[in-house]
Structures are given as C-alpha cells and as structure tokens.
C-alpha cells in the first residue's frame, strides 16, 4: 500500500515536472502573421479573435464573403491588421490565391490554421456520393495541398526571434481517433488529416517549421446545430461525464499548440479522454459500448441533422432489418 501510494506521488511529481518543461518559453503572438480557414464561423472565429487579441496579424479565409466581412469587422476592436479573403479550400486556384494574397501584404506566413471543414451524418448508405467526395475534398485534400504549400514557404523563410520559420496547425477531431458510427466518412477524413499531420511533423523536424492536431470534440456551432448534449444523452452517447465546449476551448488549444508547439492538443470533458484510452489499449470495449449502451436509431436521427443547419436530410434510406433481402434490380 505504502509503496504504491510512494509510486503513485512520484508519478505526480514526474507528470507535473514534465508539464512545467513543456510550459517553458512560449513563442510570441506579436505581429505574426496568421492564416485561419473557416474563421467565418464556430471554431475559427473564435480562433481569429484569441490570436487577434494575442496582437497577431490575421488573415481570414472562407467562402461567403459577407459573414467573413463580419467577422473581420468584429476583430477592429483589437487594434491588429487583418485581411479577410474569400477562398474555397477544396479549389487548387483558390488556395494558391489565398497563400500569395498574404504572402503580398505582409511578406511572410507564420501561422497556418487549417480549421475549415463541412461535415455530414447518419447512416453510410444514406450519404450521397457527391456528400463523400465533398469532405474529402474539404476536410482532406484541402488542407493537406494547404500544408503543402504553405510548407513550401516557411522552409525557404528565415526564422523569427524564437528560432520559429513557420508553425501549421490542423484542426482534426476527437471522432478521427475514436472512430464513430453515423459520421463514418468525416472520422476517416480527420483521422487522415491527423495521421499526414504528425507524419509532416516527423519529415520537417529540426527545420524549424513546425506543425500540430487540434482534436476538438462536441463544440457547440453552427456545424451541430440541431444536435444537443440532451438529445445524445437521450440515445445513450453523452454521459455525465461528457458536456459542449464553447468554441473558445478549442480556439485555446490552437494558440496553445502554436506558442508551445505542442505535437497534439485534445478537448473535451473525461468522457472524451476515457474513450480515447479505451480505444488505444481496449478499441473491443468502445465497441461494446456502441453495440450495448446506445439506441442506434435515436443516435442517427440526431446524426441526419449534421452539417445540414440543423434540418433532418430528406428520405433516409435504413439498413436492412435483419433476415430482409437486398432488392434485385430488374
Ligand atoms: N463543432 C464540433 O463539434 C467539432 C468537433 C470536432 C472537430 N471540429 C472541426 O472544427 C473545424 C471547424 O468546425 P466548426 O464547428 O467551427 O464549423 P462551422 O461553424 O460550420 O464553420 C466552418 C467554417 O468553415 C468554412 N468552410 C466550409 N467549407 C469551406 C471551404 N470549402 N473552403 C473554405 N472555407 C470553408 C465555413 O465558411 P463558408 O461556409 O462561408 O465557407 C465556416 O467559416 C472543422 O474542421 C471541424 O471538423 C468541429
């Protein structure tokens, strides 16, 4: 007993020791220049606002040019430059454009933040083909062919005061590391994006460019909209233990990994953290979890709303029942 009590406070003592070093000098926001997809709305707006008020530059990219003209009138309070450039992420040319827009005005890119990203739920054999391509265009290629180029830039750029050429930040998600039933397509997505992420981190290490995976989980935007922590409670996905975040929690975790280039940052509550472990060292526990404990179709019926503004998608089509025959054409 004692000794496991001597264990266990060592173990403290070593884990805080561990998070002081990791604290130690962080790098300076001041005048960096920043690129944010998606910084129209949810996540990237707040995330525009954290680096704003850190007195970063900041560049804002998304498709609709009126809520990114909004929103980069709001962040005038804070005093910094900013841009605001309409881009498609899943356009070659739009990409290029964005990049170099930048690149003109201010001369350097410090910061990339690839947070742009579309979503879509419920049963795989309801989700359209064109559904499919679309978040792999928008939530993969997109991001990685930013990565790319953006890398390209920082390596070829001198390094700022703290030694840093360039930092790429790729917002992926809880669900890529715990894959999820009724958001299949977009958990492979981010698990992609997350893999590419921490392999490009390997390839450029000792560069000075840097990069990082932002895992959000639940996150109360326009992306879920529809879809609340009662209803998943309801189906048995939600427990006590888990809650929403505000967007600006994970806006934190994205400044966190830039000013102490840290190599992955999760949100979310215990729950979160409970599953993620569960599915590293039991992933046969997390299946139990989903076959035993959560009404499917009461979970799914939530799901049809993702990325959708909250309106169910019309004429599910339900997975057989069992012993039911898939209909022969003709
Ligand atoms: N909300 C959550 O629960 C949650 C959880 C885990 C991870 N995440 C991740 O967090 C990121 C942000 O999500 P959010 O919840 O903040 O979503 P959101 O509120 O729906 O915002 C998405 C943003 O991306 C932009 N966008 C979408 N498609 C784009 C494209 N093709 N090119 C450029 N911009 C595009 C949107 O503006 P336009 O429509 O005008 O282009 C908007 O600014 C996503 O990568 C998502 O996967 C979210």
Redesign the pocket.
């Known amino acids: 007993m004692k000794r496991a009590a001597a264990a266990l406070g060592m173990a403290a003592g070593l884990w805080l020791v561990w998070q002081r070093a990791r604290r130690k000098r962080p790098v300076s926001l001041k005048d960096k220049v920043v690129i944010i ?9 707040a995330t525009a606002h954290a680096f704003a008020a850190a007195g970063a530059r900041v560049a804002l ?4 040019a009126e ?2 003209a909004r929103t980069q009138a709001a962040l005038a309070i804070y005093g910094t430059p900013t841009l605001g450039i309409p ?5 070659e040319e ?1 990409g290029e454009a964005l990049l170099q827009a930048v690149l003109a005005a201010w001369g350097r890119i410090d910061v990339l933040v ?6 879509y739920g419920g049963w795989l054999v309801d989700v359209p083909p064109e559904r499919v391509r679309a978040l792999v ?3 993969f290629i ?1 991001p990685a062919r930013l990565t790319q180029r953006a890398l390209a830039i920082m390596l070829r750029q001198p390094p700022d005061a703290d030694g840093v050429r360039g930092h790429i930040v790729n ?5 890529g590391q715990v894959p999820e039933p009724g958001m299949t397509v ?1 958990s492979a997505t ?1 698990r992609a994006l997350d893999a590419f992420t921490l392999a490009v981190r390997r390839e450029v290490s000792g560069t000075g460019v840097r990069l990082s995976s932002v ?10 909209t529809g879809i609340d922590e009662a209803g998943l409670q309801r189906a048995g996905v939600l427990w006590p233990l888990e809650h ?2 505000a ?1 600006e929690a ?1 806006a934190r975790a994205i400044i966190d990994a830039v000013r102490y280039n840290r190599r992955v940052v999760a949100r979310g509550g215990p729950q979160a953290r409970l599953a993620w472990l569960a599915e590293w060292i039991t992933p046969e526990l997390v299946d139990f979890y989903w076959r035993a404990l959560v009404d499917l179709p009461a979970y799914m019926t939530l799901m049809r709303r993702l ?1 959708t503004g909250g309106s169910p998608q019309a004429q599910p089509l339900q997975p057989l029942a069992a012993g039911e025959k898939l209909a022969q054409p003709g």
């Open positions: 997809t998606g910084a129209s709305s949810g996540i990237g707006q990219a998304a498709r609709r809520p990114l881009a498609d992420i899943s356009r739009d690839n947070n742009a990203g579309v979503s265009a928008v939530d997109g917002v992926t998600s809880m669900a977009y981010r895992y959000p989980t639940w996150t109360t935007t326009p992306m879920v929403f975040d967007p994970p990325g």
